[in-house]
């Protein structure tokens, strides 16, 4: 069956413009989370929803960072005023429930010039 | 806090021999831990996870990790290496109580296989 889905899959912006990545989980999966890669590291956790609610937003590093999933499926992360420093692989994942294993997605490729 | 620790950012193996790429962990309670594998360009795929009973999980393309509760340790292993096994391997933790459904994800490490 189909997998996570991300779009774009390579974005490329000006600092201080405003980006929307795009999310689409497996059918039927309610938990969806958010990650960060940079270049040599682990994905880092950044928030996860169960259904159309922000369970843990913890994980965002600031306010220039929000997500929705308004009918408990497509999620989209915005970011506004983006920085030199947000240039990272944003990765995607879905489970069916939060106990359950996280299947990824490709990732977007964010580059912030 | 949660936290994995993977001390090899490299391993290199011979076609044919066995491999071990290292995770500890530490985790407040019993942890579920994970490994996954990324291709280039690829994003994560998973390969196998520990949740309970049985300490021996065996997983993907014959890869299998042993949970051990008293080293905190979740070493992904292999009984015979592939060149196509060449891959960056990540193992994460996750806690079951207050951070439920956050992974904690090492650095990585670089699995090369050589013919």
């Known amino acids: 069956g189909a997998g996570v889905s991300q779009t774009p899959s390579n974005k490329v912006t000006e600092k201080g413009k405003y980006v929307e990545l795009r999310c689409d989980p497996i059918?039927?999966?309610?938990?969806l989370y958010w990650y960060r890669q940079s270049l040599g590291q682990g994905p880092e956790f950044l928030i996860y929803f169960q259904g159309t609610g922000a369970a843990d937003d913890s994980g965002l590093p600031n306010d220039r960072f929000f997500a929705v999933r308004p009918e408990g499926s497509v999620s989209t992360l915005k970011i506004q005023r983006t920085e030199r420093g947000d240039s990272a692989v944003y990765l995607c994942?879905?489970?069916?429930?939060?106990?359950?294993?996280?299947?990824f997605g490709p990732g977007t490729r964010l580059t912030v010039l | 806090a949660q936290s994995v620790a993977q001390p090899e950012d490299q391993v290199n193996v011979a076609e044919g021999n066995p491999l071990t790429v290292k995770c500890t962990y530490s985790v407040s309670g019993n942890p579920y831990l994970f490994w996954y594998v990324q291709y280039p360009n690829r994003g994560l795929q998973f390969l196998l996870k520990y949740i309970t009973g049985d300490n021996l999980v065996k997983g993907s393309y014959g890869f299998e990790a042993e949970f051990n509760k008293s080293q905190t340790s979740f070493h992904l292993k292999k009984p015979s290496a592939l060149v196509s096994d060449s891959a960056l391997y990540f193992c994460?933790?996750?806690?079951?109580?207050?951070?439920?459904?956050?992974?904690?994800f090492g650095r990585g490490t670089q699995l090369t296989v050589w013919p």
């Open positions: 994942a879905s489970s069916p429930l939060i106990t359950d294993t996280q299947y």
């Open positions: 059918s039927g999966h309610t938990a």
């Open positions: 994460a933790v996750s806690d079951r109580g207050s951070t439920l459904g956050r992974l904690y």
